[in-house]
């Protein structure tokens, strides 16, 4: 007999309720329970077996962890009996640690075998060639893929949600406001969302790494999750990957329980501070920091995953949402930099800027990538731009820039140009007015040469995206690695330092350590030639976009061949 609510779920989302049919078994729901129920079991056997016992003959423990007296040795509490001669146990302590290592081994098992299932899951409907029966559905992309989100780990959320009665109990013998927990699911859940919105996005443009990508996918998310949970607040731009943690606030709740000598191996994000303002320091501005990060990080993914789940040809980003992103990114890391850094060695704010520019190496690497369109796409671009104008003068008129600026199916150097404009704004004004004085001319000049570095990657990458070769954005992304690191690895191969020979460390990524000993003619010939690769790659992109707008006729006329279509 068919239930009712499944009816009213398969109105509302017909994937999702796909997706439960399909793995609300009998055997499979018994196999989730049994897992959850014996998993629980042996984790309090684990637990219970580590409580003092008195019943060991003469040799009654005089210390342990758990016992209530004064702590002496090795901040150990001294075990006190009662008038019976019972053991006295801190049950508090006892019940904290199995809150603390459900907590942890729970949102570490949910968040790995969630993105891996997911992104199998979008594998396994690739290769079955169903993903593209499901694109042809009358149903949003948006509808479809919350499908996915909620019905592909459904099993998984079975046995998650079976072990929350014992986290509750724990949570509440431990003395732990009930606040503090529904706050802590509350990150959980904001946490899930985001990685597994992540996942999705993988697993729709990472089909050609095959079987792979599931296992790339879920070990990628392990390395961000155990960074963000381990990593010490340094008061640095890299404080922001602490946000990406569901375990932010966990310092927090142990303080909330008067506990002394808790356990706690997670972050300490006491000291987290953004603009110098002590946000680590209140539960709600932590917690609704963490919040509104997962919940821009999740915006930005649903865009890119609504855009190419219909029409994988398209870039991830258009070109009008990489100028919001690239601000929004800009101003959450000159915020984390703007406080003096807490190295043991140095707490110089050049180190922030450093890491500013790492940063912004990477980010601009992953949106060229994702900004740079598709071959076909750039010859019909090139095609139906020829046909709009008639003369080399119309050609080159505002419309062109328009296009270049917000085009979906233009090629994307100007708008990286205007996203590194973007950057540069943000960046000029921390120097201005955070940096020493003594820092500020290096800092400008490392980051005119890193925005020239980026200018000749994404003119290379567009045009590679003329080269004939099954995997492009294999191919790109190789090329793009070798123009960043491989000057700096053959460098460091035949050890020279940036100070013996600065002229050359200046054309890779880290020319701020050869700043110091270049001379003005050195780095004045070292942005002449950048400048001059830029032009050169941006006039041989235009012949071959003026090659792709031609005609096969007119070429067979001019006697030589026409790009070839794919």
Known sequence: MRLSWIDKLGDRNPQLLREIKGRFKPRNLIISTVISLLGQFFLFRIFQAKLPSASQGWSMPTRHPLCTGEQWEYSIPE??????????????????????TVSKFGVFALILAGTYTLISDLANEERRDTLNFIRLSPQSAKSILIGKLLGVPSLLYIVVGLAVPLHLIAGIGAHVPLSLIFSFYGLVVASCIFFFSAALLFGLVSAWLGGFQAWLGSGAAF????????????????????????????????KATELENYSLSLLSTADLELFYLPVGDALWATLGLAVLNFGVGTYWIW???QRRFHNPSKTIFSKSQSYLMVASLEAILVAFAATTPKYRYSTNLGHNFQELLVYNLVLFICLIVTLTPQRQTLQDWARYRRERVSNRQK??????????????????????????AIAATTLTLWIT?????????????????????????AAIAQLLTFMRA????????????????LPAAILTVLSIAPQQIPGLWLFTPFAWFALEKASNTTIFLALLGQWSAVTLC???????????GESSTKALMSDRPSLPMA
Not at 395 to 420: H, M, Q, R, Y
Request: net charge neutral.
């Open 79 to 100: 075990c006190l009996t009662d008038a019976a001669g019972n053991l006295l146990i801190n049950w508090q302590m006892w019940w904290w640690d199995i809150f603390y």
């Open 223 to 254: 390395v961000c999750l155990f960074i963000a949970t381990a990593k010490p607040v340094l008061h640095t731009p890299s404080d922001w990957l602490n946000l990406f943690s569901p375990f932010l606030i966990f310092e927090q709740i142990a």
């Open 303 to 305: 865009q890119a995953l």
């Open 395 to 420: 050609f080159l008129s505002s419309s062109l820039v328009k296009d270049l600026t917000w085009g979906e199916k233009s090629p994307a150097i100007l708008a990286i140009a205007l996203n590194l």
């Open 433 to 457: 007015f955070v940096l020493q004085p003594i820092d500020k001319q290096p800092a400008f000049l490392s980051m005119v040469i890193g925005g020239n570095l980026l200018l000749i990657c």
């Open 470 to 485: 099954q995997k492009q954005g294999l191919w790109i992304a190789g090329a793009l690695g070798a123009v960043i690191l």
């Open 538 to 548: 941006t006039i041989r992109m235009t012949r071959q976009i003026q090659r792709a």
